[in-house]
């Protein structure tokens, strides 16, 4: 025989089975403690957007301190790479593809079925690609010039060891056209 049972709140059960053998009338019980687990409510801190080659690291609710020391963490994500463990309660993780990415934490009761996952999408923003366009072999007290390979939606800041920047250091460009490919 079987029984289903559907468990209240968590803490302690008890489940107890009787059986009676048939030809001879002698009984025997079982008790079987049972552990009522509830279940683990996975969230983590993130930031909605990141940049493209960010390294981050997401810490779990149960690495705070949040509830149950027996959760099982699983992680995964779609548009980076996790750089080491995904089963510990914290996760690295490179953002390698500019794009819509998510990040999924699955956490699981260990020893148990009891298992919820929560969700979420992060933006990961492109870098510019900079590009110093100049001679690389140049004189002493002799004025150089040089460019940014990347004209379009961007701002400079230069900076010069041994040298002097004559006019401004900072620049901020915008256009409307956005520049394709290299």
């Known amino acids: 025989?079987?029984?289903?049972?559907?468990?209240?709140?968590?803490?302690?059960?008890?489940?107890?089975?009787?059986?009676?053998?048939?030809?001879?009338?002698?009984?025997?019980?079982?008790?079987?403690?049972?552990?009522?687990?509830?279940?683990?409510?996975?969230?983590?801190?993130?930031?909605?957007?990141?940049?493209?080659?960010?390294?981050?690291?997401?810490?779990?609710?149960?690495?705070?301190?949040?509830?149950?020391?027996?959760?099982?963490?699983?992680w995964e994500v779609a548009g980076g790479v996790i750089s080491g463990k995904d089963d510990s309660s914290e996760v690295r993780i490179i953002w390698e593809t500019a794009g819509k990415a998510e990040i999924t934490l699955t956490q699981r009761i260990s020893g148990s079925d009891c298992i919820d996952s929560i969700k979420k999408s992060i933006t990961v923003r492109p870098k510019p690609d900079p590009e110093i366009l100049g001679e690389y072999n140049v004189c002493a007290n002799i004025i150089n010039e040089f460019r940014a390979g990347q004209v379009e939606d961007v701002d400079y800041v230069w900076t010069a060891n041994d040298g002097e920047i004559i006019g401004s250091n900072m620049l901020e460009t915008r256009s409307e056209e956005r520049r394709v490919g290299k």
């Not at 997401?58 to 705070?64: E, M, Q, R, V």
Request: proline share 5%; aromatic share 8%.
């Open 1 to 74: 025989g079987h029984v289903i049972i559907n468990w209240g709140v968590a803490g302690s059960g008890n489940i107890s089975l009787e059986q009676r053998n048939i030809e001879t009338g002698c009984t025997d019980t079982l008790n079987f403690p049972i552990i009522i687990s509830k279940f683990p409510v996975p969230d983590f801190a993130a930031e909605p957007d990141v940049c493209q080659g960010d390294e981050v690291v997401y810490l779990s609710n149960s690495a705070a301190g949040v509830d149950n020391k027996w959760i099982d963490n699983k």
